[in-house]
């Protein structure tokens, strides 16, 4: 029965209900289909329609949220289990278990090499079912983990028994085989270089493994590596106390060191579980190692500290990237901050040209609790900016639909659309799509740090940068700068267009039509790999600008002679218009002025003076004559 004065407001709040209960997806359309039945009027079901819509949004971001909060818990937990444990089996279980949480698969397990034996056996399972996988040992080079052993990088495969690039053997085969495994990613765990064991995760079902996956697993390598490190100094303490009584005080030494170390890793792990900032993880390991740390990102610039000259540093940073270790640099020592092959940034340590092997592990573990916090700061800045790319796509979309409804969801964002931005529009230079999801990411890096958006938007990338106080908000500076380090950060060059600064959806939006006509323009002009704004373009930008700045044009090109004529009285300005209205001839451009023909060449000299000798160039006089028509149309 059809109920005309019936209210949308019971459905609103069971759909409210729904997400604070943390319903599944298919009761929201319950709602919508119950409202049906009870013979709802069309307006009032339109409006349930769009707020179920809108939930869904809602209950989407939500459990990625959680799923993200799920996996940084146990990324904490694992740091956590690694400070408090001695035990190496406890940690180790605790970690592929982990591995296996985080990836959601089947399956994990962690395979380390017999040295005795000259082969690679099963050290630690979870979610394993055949005994005959859980014995399995392997020969060195064979099957997915001898890849990743050789290779010392990681390696997947959405179907192991088909995937030809790993060496099948009968017997691991059978054991795969027996354990229904299909999907299967190995990493490798690295100590000063060295592969030391190979941390896997598998799925029974075909999957393709996300980068973020590769990275996170990584981190977990990386933690399995510094348990068997621990585990191995500690065991070498104890060998040394067993076979070197008479130097009792040297094994003091060492056992104190290491104990040392302990209790730093597990005082920048508290660090980290309590939120800490990379300045606050940079000044501890500079108290712990009595000198001055700077922590650099992964263009050279700083984090934290004293920033130092990337091209200096370059070889050393290579190098240790290559050795999984701290190198020395002249009087300071430089550690790469990894998470598996991706280079996050860089530790610097200056004040301590001479470290013990003790300070240098303490060093080194510095490096990789600073990977996990910048590896967790850029998951969540990610997930973050994914938000908040949908709404620059539907302000550029349809800024008009509800500019309320866009400022009011800017600002529960964080992203304040009334107060100024900038809006730069990125294109790879060489126009490649395929190039477009690379620069994205670039641009996400570029704004990480400020309530900056980006999103793909029409076959561009689009920037919207808030003008900050006292900053520059000058567009054909900003549009430089960001091509340059969009270039570095994509490797590859970059066109960028910057509209004029703007505040509210509807300017917003026009000064991204601008932006997107200046990017266009530079790829006619054969200008691909620049940033400029329209006013930068000449006449072109007057065109091409929404504001049509036609007295910013004009004082751009004939500044110098307005401000000569000004100051000296002279009729540079009149003398030049009538050199192009009489075709370029002195004989005719002198009768018009009623001036001798020495005094037009005079002038016409000074004009060069002041202009450069181009200014008689077709680009250059096209500009001037069309600057001196718009000021003599203006009243000039």
Not at 230 to 253: C, G, I
Not at 449 to 460: I, L, P, Q
Request: proline share 4%.
């Amino acid at each position: 029965m059809n109920h005309p004065h019936e209210s949308a407001a019971p459905a609103l709040r069971r759909l409210l209900d729904l997400l604070a209960s943390g319903a599944a997806t298919e009761d929201f359309a319950d709602v919508l289909a119950d409202a049906r039945r009870r013979g709802a009027p069309a307006a009032v079901l339109a409006e349930i329609d769009d707020a179920t819509w809108q939930a869904l949004r809602v209950h989407r971001t939500l459990r990625q949220h959680r799923r993200r909060e799920a996996e940084l818990t146990a990324l904490f937990d694992t740091a956590g289990d690694l400070a408090a444990s001695r035990d190496l089996d406890t940690v180790l279980q605790a970690i592929v278990r982990r591995a296996r949480m985080l990836l959601g698969t089947d399956t994990a397990y962690l395979t380390l090499p017999d040295e005795a034996a000259g082969d690679t056996y099963m050290r630690v399972t979870d979610g394993s079912v055949s005994v005959l996988f859980q014995t399995l040992r392997l020969s060195l080079g064979d099957g997915l983990g001898g890849l990743v052993a050789q290779a010392a990088r990681p390696y997947a495969t959405p179907d192991y028994r088909t995937d030809e690039r790993f060496h099948h053997t009968g017997t691991i085969d059978a054991g795969v085989l027996d354990e229904g495994l299909v999907a299967i990613i190995g990493v490798p765990l690295l100590l000063g270089g060295q592969v030391i064991g190979v941390l896997f995760a598998a799925d029974r079902t075909p999957r393709a493994f996300s980068p973020d996956e590769v990275a996170l697993l990584c981190s977990l390598a990386a933690h399995a590596a510094i348990a068997l490190d621990t585990a191995k100094s500690l065991a070498d303490t104890r060998a040394a106390l067993a076979e070197l009584n008479a130097a009792n005080e040297l094994v003091r030494a060492h056992s104190s060191a290491v104990q040392r170390a302990e209790q730093a890793h597990d005082r920048l792990t508290d660090l980290v579980l309590r939120g800490a900032e990379v300045p606050d993880v940079a000044a501890a390991v500079a108290a712990l190692l009595g000198g001055e740390i700077a922590v650099l990102d992964a263009e050279g610039e700083p984090l934290a500290g004293r920033s130092a000259p990337a091209a200096e540093l370059a070889e050393a940073v290579a190098a240790s990237r290559t050795e999984g270790r701290s190198v020395r640099h002249g009087e300071q020592w430089v550690c790469a901050v990894l998470a598996g092959h991706d280079a996050l940034g860089t530790l610097v340590l200056r004040g301590r040209p001479d470290l013990d092997d003790a300070d240098r592990r303490l060093f080194e573990r510095a490096s990789v609790v600073t990977a996990l916090l910048l590896l967790l700061r850029r998951s969540v800045a990610e997930t973050e900016n994914r938000v908040r790319g949908e709404l620059l796509t539907d302000l550029l979309t349809a800024p008009e639909r509800d500019p309320a409804g866009l400022t009011a969801r800017g600002r529960r964002l964080g992203v304040d659309l009334a107060r100024p931005h900038l809006v730069l529009v990125a294109e790879p230079a060489d126009g490649k799509a395929d190039d477009r999801g690379r620069l994205a990411g670039a641009a996400r890096r570029y704004l990480f740090g400020s309530r900056g958006v980006s999103a793909e938007h029409a076959e561009t990338v689009v920037l919207l940068a808030p003008v900050e106080s006292g900053g520059t908000d000058d567009p054909e500076d900003s549009a430089r700068q960001a091509a340059e380090r969009l270039a570095r950060l994509a490797g590859f060059p970059v066109t960028v267009g910057a509209g004029r600064p703007a505040a509210g959806p509807a300017a917003l939006a026009a000064s991204y039509g601008e932006g997107l006509r200046c990017v266009r323009a530079l790829r006619v002009l054969g200008r691909a790999g620049e940033g400029a704004s329209a006013r930068a373009l000449g006449f072109l930008g007057v065109l091409l600008g929404d504001g049509h700045d036609v007295d910013g044009f004009v004082g751009a090109t004939l500044g110098p002679l307005l401000a000569y004529d000004a100051r000296r009285g002279t009729e540079l300005v009149r003398t030049l218009r009538a050199y192009f209205d009489c075709g370029g001839s002195l004989t005719r451009a002198k009768d018009e002025l009623h001036v001798h023909v020495n005094t037009v060449v005079q002038r016409l000299d000074r004009v060069e003076a002041l202009l450069g000798r181009d200014w008689s160039q077709p680009e250059r006089s096209l500009e001037l004559q069309l600057a001196l028509r718009l000021q003599l149309l203006a009243g000039g």
